[in-house]
């Protein structure tokens, strides 16, 4: 690896201090590292330090007159090959999200055209609050990359996801991010989100997808070098940055632009789609007969688009699908893999007490031709670094 550039935000939370590993195991590496203090960071690490081990002067105040005729912030934010930020608190990501710029950090985060990496550490129920899931799903849209949080014991005394992912794994994210990634070259499709069949104008058949996990797909796969096209349903979660967006309404829509897409190296059919579509949809809204005379529904089933994929002329090198059940998971899971003909099913259970669909994580297991492969309870983004490595390896 060529000489590369970390400028490193340190922000205030507990998890600072594993910041002067960090410095230390990037440096160990030929990494040279640019320190950044937020005032509250002061209260954790001493500037002393974090200079110390960085063999780097550390900067903090945005209204520096001697760094701004020296190195303005604009500069500075623009002369490293990566932004990370370690730990990233809630405070710090909700300015990153709602693009705020009051300090020297989120400034510098707001001046940059670079690739940003950020490993958030907090409170679990700071983690698990809708403000703070709102402003990752924002982050993770703008192209940042999210290490972690991980389970495990926290500094209050409770336990949960939160915990900041172990620098030896941050290490490991910064230095795939300072190289060209494993799927350069490579083309990969991914569908996501519901499809909404309409019943009339106003009404539709859908399935509870939010849309998540497939976003976070694509935003791994893009991470890695591939060019990634993203068909994608209208989800909860805006789409990715990096990666061409064509989103669509209805199941025989997403299949038609799979299609015109093909062919590509490989194709991630993580879109929940509608089975069944109305025949005939109402040109007019429905209305309700003052006798109590309910409407007539005829139904007709979608077309098959995984199969369609795995079975096609134009087939991917790779076709991985994907199994929502809610029971006898990996029985369905593994008839689904064979019926489709897909190489591998990523298979969940998604009953409403697991809370994965609209939730932030996942369990999945992966079924392949040599089995099933059962991973961990994870963030959906960690499931999606993982199943991008998984592809990526298949690829080489």
């Given amino acids: 690896m060529d000489a590369k550039n970390v400028l ?6 507990i998890a600072a201090f594993k910041a002067l590993d960090l410095i230390r195991r990037l440096r160990d590496r030929g990494i040279t590292v640019t320190p950044v203090l937020t005032k509250a960071a002061q209260e954790f690490v001493t500037p002393l330090s974090v200079s110390a081990l960085a063999a780097s002067k550390v900067y903090s105040d945005l209204f520096d007159l001697t760094d701004e005729a020296e190195m303005g912030h604009i500069e500075l934010s623009r002369s490293a090959d990566l932004l990370c930020v370690v730990p990233a608190t809630a405070d710090l990501m909700a300015k990153m999200a709602q693009g705020h710029a009051d300090d020297l950090a989120s400034t510098l985060l ?10 958030p550490a907090m409170n679990v129920r700071m983690w698990d609050h ?13 192209g940042v990359q999210v ?56 009404r539709y058949i859908a399935n509870r997808s939010s849309g998540a996990q497939g976003t976070a797909i694509a935003a791994a796969l893009r991470d890695l070098g591939a060019e990634v096209d993203f068909v994608t349903g209208p989800a909860d979660v805006p789409p990715p940055a990096g990666v061409t967006v064509h989103p669509v309404q209805t199941a025989q829509a997403m299949l038609d632009k799979v299609q015109s897409l093909l062919p590509v190296d490989a194709a991630v059919c993580a879109a929940a789609v509608a089975d069944w579509r109305v025949v005939g949809a109402a040109d007019e809204k429905i209305k309700k007969d003052s006798k109590g005379t309910l409407p007539t529904l005829t139904f007709a089933e979608n077309p098959d688009i995984l199969a369609t994929i795995s079975q096609g002329k134009n087939r991917p090198r790779l076709v991985v699908g994907f199994a929502a059940e809610t ?15 897909c190489d591998w099913i990523v298979a969940n259970d998604v009953s409403p007490e697991t809370g994965i669909m609209g939730g932030d994580r996942n369990t999945v297991t992966v079924i ?3 089995g099933a492969e059962p991973w961990d309870d994870m963030p959906k983004a960690d499931v999606a670094r993982r199943l991008a490595a ?6 080489a």
């Fill in 8 to 13: 490193l935000i340190i922000a205030g939370g």
């Fill in 110 to 119: 707001l001046a940059t055209d670079t690739p940003v990496m950020i490993a």
């Fill in 130 to 142: 809708p403000a703070t899931q709102r402003n990752l799903a924002t982050l993770v849209g703008d």
């Fill in 147 to 202: 290490v972690g949080p991980v389970d495990g014991p926290m500094a209050c005394g409770e336990f949960g996801p939160g915990r900041m992912a172990d620098v030896p794994d941050i290490v490991a994210a910064i230095e795939a991010a300072l190289t060209d990634g494993p799927l350069v070259g490579k083309r990969v499709l991914v569908t996501s989100g519901p499809t909404h069949e309409p019943i009339d104008p106003v």
């Fill in 327 to 341: 029971e006898n998971v990996l029985d369905h899971a593994t008839a689904k893999r064979d019926r489709k003909g």
């Fill in 368 to 370: 392949d031709e040599n």
């Fill in 390 to 395: 998984r592809i990526a390896d298949a690829l």
